[in-house]
């Protein structure tokens, strides 16, 4: 079984020790209807219920694990365990009590990590499940077989942050992108890293289109800079000549 070293260990038992072994192929992403830190979250799992995810997230982003991301947690229906072995990690996170708020910046960025993790440890690949068996990432209420009781979890925000920062983020950091934290960058190295990086296609017309097929930004406005520089000197030339020809009619 893997631990994540991002996390607390809170190991819960019977649980750790008697349910099945999966290979896990998924990351699923639940709201626990409740502000809970991962201590409680441990508690409730301990003593209020038979069920339980592999993580807890608290709302400062500090992370307990519970379960071995392969032993089954029972979280997500049908997602736990498969026929063919193969199940979902889950992780429970804080929320208010109606689901409705969005996940902190602190959460988000553990999730993140976590997410990368859990793709450089079990080769989760790095997309949306398409199928509720297709390996990937997701969230409770994506696959009707994963949310059995039709829950709305983790809510519509969380769901939007699931699609336009989370799994972008875990796809992004997965593939070498710096977290934020390690964007420690002065002004003009952002410049640098912006203006003068040499990866825009070249203009359709230019000429040396073969050679230099892509430029920086910084290049492309010098040369449009010029450009207009040289057509205005052009109409002004051509606007002399208007006038003397007319002086001469
Ligand atoms: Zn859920």
């Not at 949306?128 to 925000?157: F, Q, V």
Request: proline fraction near 7%.
């Amino acid at each position: 079984m893997a631990w994540y070293p991002g996390a607390v260990k809170m190991e819960l038992q019977p649980e750790s020790d008697s349910q099945p072994a999966i290979k896990p192929t998924q990351f699923i992403l639940h709201s626990i209807v409740g502000p809970w830190s991962p201590q409680r979250t441990y508690e409730y799992w301990r003593d209020s219920t038979n069920l339980e995810s592999h993580f807890g997230l608290g709302y400062d982003g500090h992370l307990g694990q519970y379960i071995g991301t392969q032993t089954r947690a029972d979280a997500t229906g049908a997602a736990n365990r498969r026929a063919d072995g193969t199940g979902a990690v889950s992780l429970e996170s804080a929320s208010n009590l109606q689901a409705s708020d969005p996940w902190t910046d602190e959460q988000v960025e553990t999730i993140i990590r976590l997410g990368v993790w859990l793709h450089e440890t079990h080769d989760i690949p790095l997309r949306i499940c398409r199928t509720a068996s297709d390996p990937g990432y997701g969230y409770h209420r994506l696959h009707d077989a994963w949310n059995p009781d039709d829950h709305s979890c983790p809510g519509p925000a969380r769901v939007r942050q699931f699609h336009n920062v989370i799994f972008p983020g875990i796809v992004a950091r997965a593939n070498g992108a710096p977290s934020s934290e390690e964007l420690d960058m002065d002004d003009q190295q952002v410049f640098n890293a912006v203006w003068m990086k040499d990866a825009a296609p070249a203009p359709s017309r230019s000429g040396t289109k073969k050679t230099n097929p892509t430029w920086s930004p910084v290049s492309f406005l010098r040369e449009i800079y010029d450009l207009v520089a040289t057509v205005n000197d052009n109409v002004k030339a051509l606007a002399k000549r208007v006038d003397a020809i007319e002086k001469k009619g």
